[in-house]
């Protein structure tokens, strides 16, 4: 039981590149979520799924996008990275709704050039 | 709109030094959730404790402890009887019913040996 894992732990992107952060989970959970931590504010919202084929905005949807095709994954994509996307990103997801414990995978640091 | 405060960004203490990080809450539904995460300087989020607004029992486990206050919106955490293992950014989080898990911006913890 691997519960959460995202890959890559690391990545260095130049501004306008785009790439996929991948977000899967072996738990049978139906939600799942985004955050980006960035120092001084705590975790903050990106995108979650409360299911497959649902998805929807959080606090801080620009610059992402998010599909949920099976129970199992939820990519994070970035479409063209900004500095201002800097940031570590977590992956979460537990049983029901945010009401319910989330667990999270290790983490991405990526940083944009 | 919900909101948590953890007005604490850093705090030091000595091995074996009791300590407590404050957690202040606001909200305006009756039912909801709140949650403290630990993160190590391994960078991964623990899971803590889950408590609902209608339990406002406090708890223990081993040195940790919470004691909730609706009548003051606080959700504290005590550590008794540090330990270096302790140090770690810790967070505070709520959860509102048709709404998302909120963060607060953490308390930094460090033990000295």
């Known amino acids: 039981n691997a519960g959460v894992t995202q890959t890559p732990k690391f990545q260095v992107l130049k501004t306008g590149q785009s790439m996929t952060l991948q977000c899967a989970q072996d738990?049978?959970?139906?939600?799942m979520s985004w955050y980006r931590q960035d120092p001084g504010m705590g975790l903050r919202l990106i995108h979650y799924s409360v299911g497959a084929g649902i998805t929807d905005q959080g606090e801080v949807p620009n610059g992402y996008n998010v599909s949920r095709s099976t129970t199992e994954d939820f990519p994070l994509r970035l479409l063209s990275a900004a500095p201002s996307q800097t940031s570590v990103y977590f992956c979460a997801s537990s049983p029901g709704t945010g009401r319910d414990t989330q667990y999270f995978g290790p983490g991405t640091r990526l940083t944009v050039l | 709109a919900q909101k948590v405060t953890q007005a604490q960004t850093e705090i030091s203490v000595v091995e074996k030094e009791d300590v407590t990080l404050d957690c202040v809450y606001e909200t305006r539904d009756t039912t909801y959730y709140l949650f403290w995460y630990k993160q190590p300087p391994s960078g991964e989020l623990v899971f803590l404790i889950r408590r609902n607004s209608f339990d406002e029992q406090n708890e223990i486990s081993g040195r940790y402890s919470w004691n909730f206050q609706k009548s003051t919106s606080s959700f504290n955490f005590t550590i008794t009887a540090s330990q270096v293992v302790d140090s770690a950014v810790y967070f505070c989080a709520l959860y509102e019913r048709g709404s998302r898990l909120t963060f607060g911006e953490g308390t930094q913890l460090t033990v000295n040996p």
């Open positions: 738990m049978n959970h139906e939600y």
